[in-house]
């Protein structure tokens, strides 16, 4: 194939990499996984704000089950990125770790000045509420526990064994066995009550579900492609989990007459099916697609501002979408609801574009 500055065919299954390392197919996906996260959030406002049973809660909930792999994928592909690179500790903390911490401080700052009952507290109540930072960026504490643990982690993967060893482990641990549990509680509490005693009493302690993640998605991205038959049958059990779970949990929330909280990403098999299901449809079926020249440095600029688009979407919802009242528009939810994504998504990339061009402070911004 001839390579010129007008025909420049890249595959993205070849896991080409630029100077920084990047690879296609997670770039693709961490596009895709930024526009749900956003989608999590705009739901969510519906689902909170809606009577139970409701045609606005049940939308916003099928919407919002629709998006919670979006937060596992983003783990595995941190885990697909840094679990392959030899980084010591060293650079670990003084780059990333570093990094992590300059954007929390920030970040939480500029939320906090922009909500006006923050300045009527005293100076305890302010800088608590700095540390703990808005609600969206408890994923950033998440991520330097896991870049912390990255020394630890990398010595797992080394041995194939091991690693195998390990994730059947955490499966069991971290999701089939929170599953059966939680399931048993819906039935009897006599039941639940004991199996909650057996596991105390095993002490099946673990890892936490962002650690299984991030090494999972090492594991993924490593492993070679499943035999055709394999992958549609995983795409079934991941739309099998979509569909299905989803109408069940939303079925208990009525029965319970309870909003649940059964569709958080951690510690349920559903959504661990539904996610991996996602990261494989990309590895395996993004290598199909042929980009010019243009169209990959497109693709590589976007991913690179979704860590921006996460750090300013939810600024947008607090001081456009619902100053304006878009969120109270008279259309269909099923409609209104993907519109104003789309919106918050664009104004967020639009707005990461414009600091990415700042001198000085976008790199403590972005």
């Known amino acids: 194939m001839e390579k010129n500055e007008n025909i420049y065919i890249c595959k993205i299954k070849n896991i080409y990499k630029d100077k920084d390392s990047r690879v296609y197919y997670l770039d693709c996906l961490r596009i895709f996984c930024s526009f749900f996260v956003i989608l999590i959030h705009v739901s969510a406002y519906y689902y ?8 606005n809660f049940k939308i916003s909930y099928y919407y919002n089950f629709l998006s919670r792999f979006s937060v596992p994928n983003f783990f595995m592909i941190s885990g ?6 030899d980084l010591s500790c060293e650079i670990i903390f003084n780059k990333y770790i570093k990094n992590i911490f300059i954007h929390l401080i920030l970040w939480s700052i500029i939320y906090s000045l922009i909500d006006k009952n923050f300045w009527t507290l005293n100076i305890k109540k302010k800088l608590f509420i700095i540390i703990k930072g808005p609600y969206h960026l408890w994923y950033l504490f998440a991520a330097i526990g896991l870049y912390i643990s990255i020394p630890f982690l990398r010595e797992i993967t080394k041995n194939v064994q091991l690693l195998k060893h390990f994730i059947f482990l955490e499966i069991i641990i971290l999701f089939i066995i929170p599953d059966y549990i939680y399931l048993f509680s819906h039935y009897s509490k006599d039941i639940y009550n004991l199996l909650k005693y057996l596991v105390s009493v095993f002490n099946l302690n673990a890892l936490s579900t962002n650690h299984f993640y991030f090494i999972f998605g090492h594991y993924l991205n490593k492993k070679k492609s499943e035999k055709n ?8 059990i991941g739309i099998i989990s979509l569909i299905f779970t989803s109408i069940i949990i939303y079925n208990f929330s009525i029965k319970k007459n309870k909003k649940l909280n059964h569709n958080d990403y951690s510690n349920y098999l559903n959504i661990f099916f539904l ?5 494989l449809f990309f590895k395996n079926n993004c290598g199909d697609l042929t980009f010019n020249k243009k169209q990959s440095r497109i693709i590589q600029n976007i991913a690179k501002l979704t860590f921006g688009i996460y750090l300013i979407h939810p600024l947008i919802i607090k001081t456009i979408v619902e100053k304006t009242h878009f969120f109270k528009l008279s259309i269909d939810k099923i409609f209104l609801i993907p519109m104003l994504n789309i919106f918050i998504f664009l104004l967020s990339l639009i707005i990461s574009i414009i600091i990415k061009k700042l001198p000085l402070i976008s790199k403590y911004l972005i």
């Not at 909170?48 to 045609?55: D, E, K, P, T």
């Not at 697909?80 to 690179?85: E, G, I, K, M, N």
């Not at 996610?275 to 990261?279: G, K």
């Open 275 to 279: 996610s991996i299901s996602i990261f």
């Open 48 to 55: 909170y704000n809606s009577a139970l049973g409701s045609y």
């Open 80 to 85: 697909a990125v840094f679990l392959s690179r």
């Open 229 to 236: 038959t394999i992958r549609i049958i995983i795409y079934i």
